[in-house]
Each structure stands twice: as C-alpha cells, then as structure tokens.
C-alpha cells in the first residue's frame, strides 16, 4: 500500500506562484515504480486530471488549462512528488489531490492511490 500527504496549498493571488508537495509513505518501493499525478476538484465541477509523472521522470502529461504554467517532478529517493503552478488563476481554485499508479489506459486517466487533498484559493 502507499499513503500519499498532500501539502502547501492556500491562498494565491492571480499571476502568483504555488508548489505542491507529495510525500509517499508506507510502499516507498512501489511509489517508486508507478506514474504520479495529480487531480483537482473545483467548486461545483466534476474532478478533473491535472498532471502526472512516469515512474522515471521520463514523461509527463498536463491537462491543455496548465501547460506552460504547471511543471510536475518528483524524486523517488525522498518519495516526493510536486506540482509547480505559475501564472495562477481563479479557474486553478480547487482541492488538489496527489496520486500514485495513475494511467489513462481507458482514455480517462484514473489512480489507485489519493492523498487526502490540499486546497488552493486564488484570488482575483
């Protein structure tokens, strides 16, 4: 099992910067060999993909909204994820939550783990 902690989300102007954090617990080795990503859950719509990570930093994928503001990365040896957002805006509201053995082998990316959230307010 892997138990994913969620911090440094709050409040954020509009044009701001934000970086999340991911610590895996528990299954360190298997955090280590699945893709990471993470979601969003915005007030009054449904959940959506945000970004995510292969399990060697080889490949990444972001939602059309985040490209070229957000940058994910991660390190295996700390067991660490992060979602670097830039250039914030009021659409980027919303409970982030990390994940861990995500694919979009259905063509709707999905996860078998989740963090409990972090939320992240911007202000216009």
């Known amino acids: 099992q892997v138990q994913l902690a969620e911090s440094g989300g709050g409040p954020v102007q509009a044009g701001g910067s934000l970086t999340l954090s991911c610590e895996a617990s528990g299954r360190h080795d298997l955090f280590g060999s699945y893709a990471a990503g993470w979601f969003r859950k915005a007030p009054g719509k449904v959940q959506e993909f945000v970004a995510a990570?292969?399990?060697?930093?080889?490949?990444?994928w972001y939602v059309d909204s985040v490209k070229g503001r957000f940058t994910i990365s991660r390190d295996n040896a700390k067991a660490t994820v992060w979602l670097q957002m830039h250039n914030v805006n009021p659409d980027d509201t919303g409970v982030y939550y990390c994940?861990?053995?995500?694919?979009?082998?259905?063509?709707?990316?999905?996860?078998?783990?989740w963090g409990q959230g972090t939320q992240v307010y911007v202000s216009s």
């Open positions: 990570i292969s399990w060697d930093s080889g490949r990444s």
């Open positions: 994940v861990s053995d995500t694919n979009n082998d259905t063509g709707t990316w999905r996860a078998n783990y």
